[in-house]
Each structure stands twice: as structure tokens, then as C-alpha cells.
């Protein structure tokens, strides 16, 4: 098993380093992308903030309800923005001038070479701000000892399902030419992830928990964390992360077989 | 010579378009991402924070005053926000601008005959859009004389928002990546221009401070021009976009000549 995954880890070591080196050498790329996380942050949280000083609930959540969340949904995509996002124009890119051929002929797993191609670690150090946030409002909220311990398991799962949702729309990139409105769908996706299911129709609501767990992914372990959900959600998510590897697994090889070279 | 200077114009914008309308499914995605958001997002949320609170007004707006708020704000955005200069600063990186310091034809010339056909994509999406929210009822019977002028000035505002977002690609000379300008400009833009919560329910202080900035231009006042405001300003209003355009006209006039002196591009 070590040896199946130690060339995986070595080249995302690698990755990770020539990123830095990248950013150690454009210093004001550094800074700006540090002063986009804070800026995304502010937004954030002034939209929530404003909100709330002009009600009081919305639903039966209150202001520390809706800010747990959107801190939950940054410190997630805080991750995602340095993994797995830089990767979605790059995929795009490399399918439509051809230079996808390389990646496929490496000894290594074509999905994880395409989608851990870039790193952007530099989002990782606001990271600390959103689990300072995290701990607060979680406190604001008197959180169960229970609901302290099940926090990082849920977040993981919350995690790995949102970027696979991310992935699955991606292999749509087969399919279409350019890829720009594939990708403008999947940013248009993250804002919709950003609040929770109840304040949408019953028909929205219906899609996008139960037949592309999009909002379920981001709202239902909160929920447990509430108190207000159940357990079933959660094996409805880590049920949800099963179906969705293997419908990547099948697109991959669906769009692979599609794919043409423009370079060879 | 005027002839000839429209014709290199109405040619560009015409292969812009083509352009756009060659990826057909990409092209159509790119316009239902925005409405499937507003639909979604913006008007969902309104609807049940007023459904919450038994429809009872808030800050002086009533759920239908928020709602149809929403609506105009959907299409300001369509009108007004059109990124055409995204791949400038990619441009610049590569080199592909030396090819327009040989044309008989400017880089921003190029750049604003394709904002230009963008704009003109954007407007026959706009009016099908007016038109379907009012047959579903999302807005009452349209005052025909506040339409035109809500589209008339949020033309304006578009070229102001194609001016700022020209001169932050132009960053490009001295920067690598410069989506970052971008992206924060929007957050902040989208947030301080009243895009989803209008700037009436803001804290006295801060309202105040805005008014001192672009940012109620980009989409408070043009949807308070569609819903027929009284009290709107138009005229000053209209001034102010003008200015602010001339001023970062300006600008971007000096940050070109800067940028072009540090320009350098292989194979010249």
C-alpha cells in the first residue's frame, strides 16, 4: 500500500515546493493573493453582518448560526483555493490546446496528476483566522462536547464532497468547446453553496440535497453540529462522496476516449 | 478618414461576436449562469428573510419593493459588468500586444471593439429578460420612460466599469498575475454598490462613506432609476459616471505609457 502511495505524495511534495518557490519569487503575487483571501473574508463577513443588523433570524438560524456557516464554507474553500481550484482553467486549457497528452502519458494516475498540476498554498495562511472564527462562533453557539469531536470529521467530509462536486462538473470540459461556461457554472455553484438549503424553493431544495448533494454537502454537517440534524445525513454524504468518485471514475474514461489531441 | 476609422470598429466588434457565438454551448452557459444565480441566490434569500419575518418591511422596504430590487439589480449587472479585459494583462505577459503597437489600430481600440460586441450580446439578453420577469410577474406594469433611462445610464456605467477594469489589466506590465485586482474590485463592488443588499439597510456611517465613492453608481442608482425613484439625481448622477470615466481614462492613459516603456516581448 506505502508503495502505491509514496510516488503520489513525493510529486505533490513536489508540486507544493515549486509553488513556493514560484511565490517566494513573484513577492507581489504573494502579497496580493493574501490581501484577496482578507478581501473575500471582509466580504464576507460585512454581508452577513449588515444583514443581521437590519433582522434578526432568518429561518431558525440567528447571526452566530449564519456566521459558523460562512466561516465553515471559507475555511473549505480556503483548502480548495489551494489544491484543487487553480486546476479547473488549467484542465480547460490543456484540453483545448492539447497539451492533456502529456499528463496522460505519465506513470501516475491521470485524475490526481490533472488536478493537483497547480497548488496555490499561499491561501492556506488565513486558514488560522477562519479556525480562530470557526472556534468562536462554536463557542457563541454552545457546542456539545460531542459536537467539538464530530467538528473535524465533518469538515473532512463537507471537504472531500464539495470538491468532488467541483470535479464531477469539470468532466463536462469533454464536452464542451473553450470551457469557460463550464467554469463560470461551477463558480456560480460555490455562491449558491454559500447559504444554507432552507432559504431556497422546496424544488431547488429537493435537487440540490438529495439528487446533486450540492447544498447538502456544505449545510447538513452544520446542521449535526447544531443539533438539528440527524445521523442519516451523514452516511447520505459519505454514500454521496462513493457515488460521486465512481461517476468521476466513468466521465474520466468517457471524456479521455473523447478527448482529441490537438498537439498530436 | 472618420469612414474608415468606423469601418476598422464595426469590423472588430463583428469578429468579436462571432467569436463569443462560435462555442455555442459555452456561449449559452455563460448567459444562464447569471440568471440561474439570480433566480436561485438573490431572490430565494429575500423571499424567505421576509417570509421569516411575516412579510413585514424592512428599512422601508416591503418584500415586493426588495423583490422587484432584486429583479432590476439582475439586469444592471447584465448590462453594466462585462470583464472583456480579462486576458489583457495575459496579453501583455506573453507579448501578444506587440502585434496591436504594428496594427493600424489600437490595443485599447481592440479591446473596446470587443467590450463593445460583448455589450451588444449582454443588451439582447437584458431585454428578453425584462420582458420574461414581467410576463412571470417578478415586476409590475414597466414605466416605459424609467426603462430607457435605467438602460441608457447603465450603458454609461458599463464603459466606466470596462475604463476600471482596462486600467487594472494594465497592471500586467509590472505584475504577473493580475486577477487578483479583479476579483477583489467585484467582491468589494458587488458588496458596496448595493448588488444584493441595497445600500439603504447599510449602517448610517458607512452610507455615507460610500456616497463619496463610485460604487452606488454601479448598481444602486441605476435600479432606483428603473423603479422610478423620485429622488434620484439623474442628471448629477449621470455627470458623476462621466467624470469618474474621464478620470480613470486619464489614469489608464498614463499607466499605458508607463507600462509600454517596460514592455518587452520575445522574438522582437
Known amino acids: ?264 | 478618414m472618420l469612414k474608415a476609422e468606423l469601418r476598422k470598429w464595426q469590423k472588430t466588434t463583428s469578429v468579436s461576436i462571432s467569436r463569443y457565438m462560435a462555442f455555442k454551448v459555452d456561449f449559452l452557459l455563460m448567459l444562464v449562469a447569471p440568471s440561474f444565480v439570480f433566480v436561485a441566490i438573490n431572490y430565494s434569500i429575500w423571499r424567505s428573510i421576509f417570509q421569516s419575518r411575516g412579510g413585514e418591511s424592512i428599512s422601508g422596504f416591503s418584500m415586493d419593493q426588495m423583490l422587484q430590487y432584486q429583479c432590476w439589480s439582475f439586469i444592471v449587472a447584465l448590462l453594466t459588468r462585462s470583464h472583456r479585459t480579462w486576458n489583457l494583462s495575459e496579453h501583455i505577459r506573453l507579448g501578444r500586444i506587440t502585434s496591436f503597437l504594428l496594427y493600424p489600430f489600437d490595443a485599447w481600440k481592440f479591446y473596446a471593439s470587443e467590450f463593445v460586441a460583448f455589450q451588444l450580446l449582454q443588451f439582447c439578453t437584458a431585454l428578453p429578460s425584462i420582458i420574461a420577469l414581467r410576463a412571470f410577474g417578478f415586476l409590475p406594469q414597466l414605466d416605459l420612460m424609467a426603462c430607457a433611462l435605467g438602460i441608457l445610464f447603465s450603458l454609461l456605467v458599463s464603459v466606466l466599469w470596462f475604463v476600471c477594469d482596462f486600467t487594472l489589466g494594465l497592471a500586467g506590465f509590472w505584475l504577473e498575475e493580475v486577477w487578483v485586482f479583479r476579483v477583489i474590485f467585484g467582491l468589494f463592488a458587488v458588496l458596496l454598490s448595493g448588488a444584493f443588499i441595497p445600500i439603504e439597510l447599510f449602517p448610517p456611517v458607512l452610507q455615507t462613506v460610500i456616497g463619496y465613492t463610485p460604487f452606488p453608481l454601479i448598481t444602486s442608482v441605476p435600479v432606483h432609476i428603473f423603479l422610478g425613484t423620485k429622488s434620484v439625481p439623474i442628471g448629477w448622477s449621470m455627470g458623476m459616471v462621466c467624470a469618474w470615466t474621464a478620470a480613470l481614462a486619464v489614469v489608464s492613459g498614463v499607466v499605458w505609457r508607463r507600462g509600454i516603456r517596460l514592455y518587452t516581448a520575445a522574438g522582437i
Request: glycine share 4%; charged share 10%.
Open chain 1, 1 to 264: 500500500m506505502n508503495a502505491f502511495w509514496a510516488p503520489y505524495a513525493a510529486v505533490l511534495r513536489q508540486q507544493l515546493n515549486n509553488s513556493l518557490a514560484k511565490l517566494m519569487t513573484f513577492r507581489v503575487n504573494f502579497v496580493l493573493t493574501v490581501l484577496f483571501d482578507i478581501a473575500s473574508f471582509i466580504t464576507f463577513y460585512y454581508t452577513t453582518d449588515i444583514l443581521f443588523r437590519n433582522i434578526s433570524h432568518i429561518g431558525t438560524w440567528k447571526r452566530e448560526h449564519f456566521l459558523f456557516f460562512v466561516f465553515w464554507m471559507q475555511s473549505i474553500n480556503c483548502v480548495h483555493s489551494g489544491f484543487v481550484a487553480p486546476n479547473f482553467w488549467n484542465l480547460a486549457m490543456e484540453i483545448r490546446t492539447g497539451a492533456l497528452d502529456f499528463r496522460l502519458l505519465r506513470p501516475l494516475g491521470s485524475l490526481f496528476d490533472v488536478f493537483t498540476a497547480i497548488t496555490r498554498p499561499i491561501s492556506f495562511l488565513i486558514m488560522p483566522i477562519l479556525v480562530w472564527c470557526l472556534v468562536h462562533y462554536g463557542i457563541c453557539l454552545d457546542f456539545s462536547a460531542v459536537s467539538w469531536l464530530a467538528l473535524p470529521f465533518l469538515w473532512m467530509i463537507s471537504l472531500v464532497l464539495l470538491m468532488l462536486l467541483e470535479v464531477l462538473i469539470s468532466m463536462a470540459l469533454f464536452w464542451t468547446h473553450g470551457g469557460d461556461g463550464v467554469n463560470f457554472i461551477r463558480i456560480h455553484c460555490q455562491q449558491f453553496q454559500r447559504w444554507p438549503d432552507f432559504v431556497y424553493p422546496k424544488s431547488l431544495r429537493f435537487i440540490f440535497t438529495r439528487l446533486f448533494p450540492l447544498l447538502a454537502a456544505g449545510v447538513f454537517p452544520v446542521r449535526i453540529l447544531f443539533g438539528q440534524g440527524s445521523a442519516w445525513e451523514v452516511v447520505f454524504l459519505m454514500l454521496a462522496i462513493v457515488v460521486v468518485w465512481w461517476l468521476i471514475g466513468r466521465l474520466w474514461i468517457l471524456g479521455v476516449r473523447r478527448y482529441e489531441s490537438v498537439a498530436s
